[in-house]
C-alpha cells in the first residue's frame, strides 16, 4: 500500500476529529441524562420522605382519637350493662363522634405516578407504595360504615331516640308489659352500641397496620437517600 499523500491524510484527520468530537458529545450527553436523572431521582426521594413523615404523624394522631372514641364508647357499654345511669350528652358524643380522617399526603407519590418517574425508584420501594391507595380506601371505608351505622343504619336506634340514650334509662327488667317493646328497643341499642364499638375497632387495626407501612417506606427512603 502507498503512502497517503497530505490531502489524504487531511482528510483522515479531519474524520478522526469528527468522529473523536462525536464520541466526546455523546458521553457529555450521557453523563448529563445520567445527573439529571439522579438529581431527579434524588428530589422525588426527598419529596416522598417528606409525605411519608407527615403521614405518619397524621396516622399517630388518628390513631390516638379512635383509641379514646373506642375508650368512650366501652365506658358507656360498662355503664349501660351495669344499669347506671348515663349523661345523654355524653352518650350522644360517643356514639355519633367518629374522628375526622384526613388522606395521607400522597402529592409526591402521585405525581410520579403520572410523569412516569416511579421509574426513577427501585422495585420494592414501588410496591411498597403501591399498597398505600387501597389501605387508605379501607379506612375510608371503615369510617362511612361507622357514620351509616350511627345515623341511618340499623343500629340507628342507639342514637335515633329523641334525646339520646338518657330516654332509655334505666336499662333493666321492664316493670310492666307495656314496657316490653322499650325494653327490646333498648336491647338492640346496645347490640348497636356493640356494633359501633367492633367498628371502631377494626379501624384502629386498620390504622396500624397503615401506619407501619408509612415507618416502612420511610426506612426504604432514608435507605436510598443514604
Not at 391507595?133 to 351509616?148: C, G, I, Y
Amino acid at each position: 500500500m502507498g503512502r497517503l499523500s497530505d490531502k489524504e491524510r487531511s482528510v483522515v484527520v479531519e474524520l478522526a476529529v469528527i468522529v473523536v468530537g462525536v464520541l466526546i458529545a455523546l458521553g457529555l450527553d450521557a453523563s448529563w441524562d445520567a445527573a439529571q436523572e439522579r438529581r431527579a431521582r434524588h428530589e422525588l426521594l426527598v419529596a416522598l420522605g417528606g409525605d411519608l413523615e407527615a403521614g405518619a404523624e397524621l396516622l399517630t394522631e388518628q390513631i390516638a382519637a379512635v383509641q379514646a372514641e373506642l375508650d368512650q364508647i366501652q365506658s358507656l357499654l360498662e355503664a349501660l350493662y351495669g344499669g347506671d345511669q348515663v349523661d345523654p350528652d355524653l352518650a350522644m358524643e360517643a356514639l355519633v363522634s367518629s374522628s375526622d380522617w384526613a388522606d395521607l399526603p400522597m402529592g409526591a407519590y402521585l405525581g410520579a405516578l403520572n410523569s412516569g418517574q416511579l421509574a426513577l425508584l427501585p422495585a420494592e420501594l414501588n410496591r411498597e407504595l403501591a399498597l398505600l391507595p387501597a389501605m387508605q380506601e379501607r379506612v375510608t371505608d371503615n369510617v362511612n360504615l361507622f357514620l351509616q351505622n350511627a345515623y341511618f343504619g340499623p343500629y340507628a336506634d342507639a342514637v335515633e331516640l329523641a334525646g339520646g340514650i338518657g330516654q332509655m334509662l334505666p336499662f333493666g327488667p321492664p316493670a310492666e308489659a307495656g314496657e316490653v317493646n322499650r325494653a327490646l328497643r333498648q336491647r338492640a341499642a346496645l347490640r348497636g352500641i356493640g356494633q359501633l364499638y367492633v367498628i371502631q375497632f377494626n379501624r384502629l387495626r386498620m390504622l396500624q397496620s397503615l401506619v407501619s407501612r408509612v415507618e416502612r417506606l420511610k426506612e426504604l427512603v432514608a435507605r436510598e437517600l443514604a
